[in-house]
Each structure stands twice: as structure tokens, then as C-alpha cells.
């Protein structure tokens, strides 16, 4: 598949070798300097963290100075983050408390998770802002455009705003703001949904390595400790593996891969599958269970699971021989469209 993968390159002289470049540096931590790790992606190298259960006991040394971290909201990743938080911080003095608007529906369930103003650990969002050492911050885009002008103000002078995608500095930047200059901005940003986040950080208690993997940014650091607490909030999450980005990179790559393959891609591979199928013959409604077969079916499972070239090796002879033809056909195309968007 390589031989012809270079030959789709080859196809095009305008077609450069070209990556999507970031910004991102290698990670560097005083906590976990022993457990952090150089590996090769494709051409280059990046310095990873390696989590576990075994670096939970790091966590109070990461989080030094925060006695309360704030995870604000209950949407998809709050009910996560906010109990994996409060079991990898067991038997600490680091209280995790959640805060939700006033009134809020999803009280009762933050509540059935352990989570109470009895306790302590459930409290009016905008008070849990201002008591808070890291305030995680996960509301919705819309939510975070339309409160942040009431959220920064209560920030205290030197914590930390946590957020787990980077779309926030995206609005700022297109109407010319910023953060606050007194707090620490970082990013953790895992690569699933809240569910997934989760159900496998449970899992990761008899598996190991089961966890969804993350990227931290750290984009202010006022107080020397914002990689320190960005690594920490990443472990005790449960991400088996942590990597460096920029919030920049993030909010663009993901809004990219949304629009561009979850959303456009999908819909583009949807529209051509059923157009062929009438084409050669199908009804509509054939056409429509057979597209959906391929979208949803045993081929999305085997990409998922093993990766493209594992369709390419499952074929033999003459269909080997196809889907090079094809591959090649579709490769420079496909790339100039993709990079375009991007």
C-alpha cells in the first residue's frame, strides 16, 4: 500500500509533501519527568505521558496549591471528569466540587452521583467559579461565548481556567479579547465523548491502559504551574496517554474534523455510494440499504478497528489490484480538497 500511496503523490507535481504543522513543543514536567516518554509519529518525534493508576498518587504534587477544583457544568464530559476526578483525588485535601446554574434539571443527577450541597461538593456555578483553584469549565461553545463576560471577572488572581476544547480562544480572537491576564489558561482535551471517558477510566481499574487518550495546551502560565496542573487534571481523568497541542491547533483540528469528515466527508462518501448504486441498476431503496451497509456496516468496523490498509490486505489478485487503481485515483483529489478545507 506504500508503493502506491507514493505513486498517488507522485501523480500530481503540484501535490508537495506537506503537513498540517503545529505549534505544539515537547512536554516537560518536574512531577512527572521519571514517567514521561519520546516516541516516533511518522516523521517526527513527541514527548508523551504515559497515565496510569500507578501516577495517581502524583496528583496532589501536580495540583499543588489547589485546594478546590471546580468542574463547572454537567453536560457530556462534566459527569465524567468530575467523578474520575473525585476518585483519583480520594484519601487528598483536594475537594472536587461541580457547579451548575441555579435551578438547574441536572441538579437531581449530579446529586444521584454523589454530588450534594450538604457535602460540599455541589454548589451554584458562578460561586464555585469564584471559591475554586482550577476551575473546569465545561459548558457548551454557546454558553461559554455568551457567560464568559461574567465568568473572568470572578476568577481569582492566579488560578487556573481549565477547558477541555479550545473554541473559547477562537471567539476571543475574532472579536480582539483575551483571558484575563492574571490566571493560568491550560487545555485538557480528551478524544472521546463523556460517556466513553467514563466507562473506560471504570475498565481501567481491571485493564490496563483502557482510558481515552488526551491533549493539553497550556496557553497562560502565570504561576509556573500550569503544565504541572494541565498533566494532573489529564491523569486523573484517566488518559493512558497524554499529548501536547496548542489551543489553536485543537479548536481548528476538531472543528475540522467535524465539518470536514464527520459531517462533510460522511455526507460526501453517502451521496456518491448511493448515486453509483443507481447508476449501475439499483432501486432507490436498495441503493439506500446498501449505502448505509457500507457506512455503518462490517467495513466501518474493520477501519475502525484495524485501520484502512487492513481492507487493502483482505483483498487478493484482481481486487488488490482494483482498489490500488482506485486508491491512487481518489488520493491527490481527495487531499486537495482536504487541505483546502483545512
Avoid at 496528583?59 to 463547572?72: C, D, S
Avoid at 483502557?210 to 504541572?228: F, K, L, M, R, Y
Wanted: hydrophobic content about 40%.
Amino acid at each position: 500500500m506504500r508503493l502506491f500511496l507514493k505513486s498517488a503523490m507522485r501523480a500530481s507535481p503540484l501535490l508537495k509533501s506537506r503537513s498540517f504543522a503545529t505549534n505544539a513543543s515537547e512536554l516537560r514536567s518536574v512531577v512527572f519527568k521519571d514517567h514521561l516518554r519520546t516516541v516516533q509519529m511518522a516523521e517526527a518525534k513527541e514527548t508523551v505521558l504515559p497515565g496510569g493508576r500507578d501516577l495517581f498518587p502524583l496528583l496532589p504534587k501536580a495540583f499543588a496549591g489547589v485546594k478546590q477544583i471546580g468542574v463547572i457544568g454537567w453536560g457530556s464530559q462534566g459527569p465524567a471528569q468530575a467523578q474520575n476526578l473525585r476518585e483519583s483525588l480520594e484519601g487528598s485535601d483536594i475537594n472536587v466540587k461541580v457547579g451548575l446554574r441555579e435551578g438547574s434539571s441536572s441538579i437531581a443527577k449530579a446529586n444521584e452521583a454523589g454530588f450534594s450541597e450538604e457535602k460540599g461538593n455541589l454548589g451554584e456555578m458562578f460561586d464555585v467559579i469564584k471559591e475554586s483553584d482550577l476551575v473546569v469549565l465545561l459548558i457548551s461553545d454557546a454558553a461559554c461565548v455568551k457567560l464568559y463576560p461574567k465568568i473572568f471577572p470572578l476568577i481569582k488572581p492566579g488560578a487556573t481556567l481549565g477547558l477541555s476544547h479550545g473554541f473559547l480562544l477562537g471567539h476571543l480572537e475574532s472579536v480582539n479579547e483575551t483571558f484575563p491576564k492574571d490566571i493560568n489558561v491550560v487545555m485538557m482535551a480528551p478524544k472521546g465523548m463523556g460517556p466513553s471517558v467514563s466507562r473506560l477510566y471504570v475498565q481501567g481499574k481491571t485493564v490496563n491502559g483502557a482510558g481515552i487518550n488526551s491533549s493539553v495546551a497550556i496557553h497562560q502560565d502565570v504561576s509556573g504551574s500550569a503544565t504541572e496542573i494541565a498533566l494532573g487534571w489529564s491523569v486523573g481523568v484517566g488518559a493512558p496517554y497524554t499529548f501536547y497541542t496548542t489551543m489553536s491547533d485543537e479548536y481548528k483540528s476538531d472543528i475540522f474534523g467535524e465539518r470536514c469528515i464527520l459531517l462533510g466527508g460522511v455526507h460526501g462518501l453517502v451521496e456518491s455510494l448511493f448515486r453509483r448504486y443507481v447508476q449501475n441498476g439499483m432501486t432507490p431503496e436498495d441503493a439506500f440499504k446498501n449505502t448505509a451497509e457500507c457506512i455503518t456496516g462490517p467495513l466501518n468496523e474493520k477501519i475502525s478497528h484495524d485501520g484502512i490498509k487492513s481492507v487493502y490486505d483482505s483483498f487478493k489478485g484482481e481486487d488488490k489490484i482494483i482498489f490500488e487503481k482506485a486508491y491512487t485515483a481518489a488520493y491527490t483529489p481527495c487531499r486537495d480538497i482536504i487541505e483546502e478545507v483545512y
